[in-house]
């Protein structure tokens, strides 16, 4: 299996543009995990979904950003309008059942909003 | 938000020293804890899983150890390696749902 696929890499937008994150889980994973990264508050977790469905959002720091899973293999995560104070490394994680298993991440896509 | 602590937050090492670091979480409602190891510019990646107090589980020259009652899990790094430097995240689960992550303990580890 390829790990958990994110896309893009990098993204520099200016500020008040809409920006779309984008994720493919490991094949078999029921899990699928949104994480924002930054110096202050270290890896928070924005949200959840388990079987596609969004189980815990309450990390979801305000109305700008909204995440879906139409399916099993693919999932974003939007922000619009974007803020520099968005600029951080957003991880996306899958596992495979409940945390007693190992979760794995993907490569995490670098945001920067001037 | 549960409070997971991790200590030291940096750490500093010889080639050849060994070393360890603390994860302290609550010890109520107890499912599950992670250790994870985090090189710069790289994703995170599952070092161990442990479920049960008392566990010890270990990969290497890496060990770690469980205490649940007390809430607390050690890690240690036996002989440390210039490539052992990274971040080690600690995470704590109390449903079979999510994790909730330290803030990581820095290690350098220098020739």
């Known amino acids: 299996d390829a790990g958990v696929i994110q896309s893009p890499r990098h993204e520099v937008t200016e500020m008040g543009q809409e920006v779309t994150l984008r994720c493919k ?14 110096m202050m508050r270290g890896l928070e977790l924005l949200i959840y979904f388990n079987n596609n469905v969004p189980i815990d959002d309450s990390g979801m720091p305000e109305d700008r950003f909204s995440a879906k899973m139409p399916n099993a293999s693919f999932s974003t995560l939007k922000i619009q309008p974007s803020e520099p104070r968005d600029s951080a490394v957003y991880f996306c994680a899958s596992r495979r059942g409940p945390t007693t298993y190992e979760q794995y991440f993907g490569p995490g896509t670098r945001l920067t909003v001037t | 938000i549960l409070n997971v602590e991790q ?22 409602n107890f ?64 449903s079979g749902y999510a994790l909730n992550f330290g803030k ?8």
């Not at chain 2, 990646?45 to 990969?59: H, P, Q, R, S």
């Not at chain 2, 990581?104 to 020739?111: A, D, E, F, I």
């Open chain 1, 25 to 38: 889980p490991i094949s078999g994973h029921d899990y699928l995990f949104w994480y924002r990264q930054t």
């Open chain 2, 7 to 28: 200590s030291p937050q940096s750490l500093h090492v010889q080639e050849g020293d060994s070393t360890n670091f603390t994860c302290s979480f609550p010890s109520s």
């Open chain 2, 31 to 94: 499912y599950a804890l992670h250790w994870y190891r985090w090189e710069t510019a790289k994703s995170p990646e599952a070092l161990f899983v442990m479920t049960l107090n008392g566990d010890e589980k270990k990969k290497g020259r890496i060990s770690a150890t469980l205490n649940t009652k007390e809430g607390y899990s050690y890690l240690y790094i036996k002989g440390s390696q210039p490539e052992d430097s990274a971040t080690y995240l600690c995470a704590f689960a109390n």
């Open chain 2, 104 to 111: 990581g303990t820095s290690l350098l580890v220098t020739p």
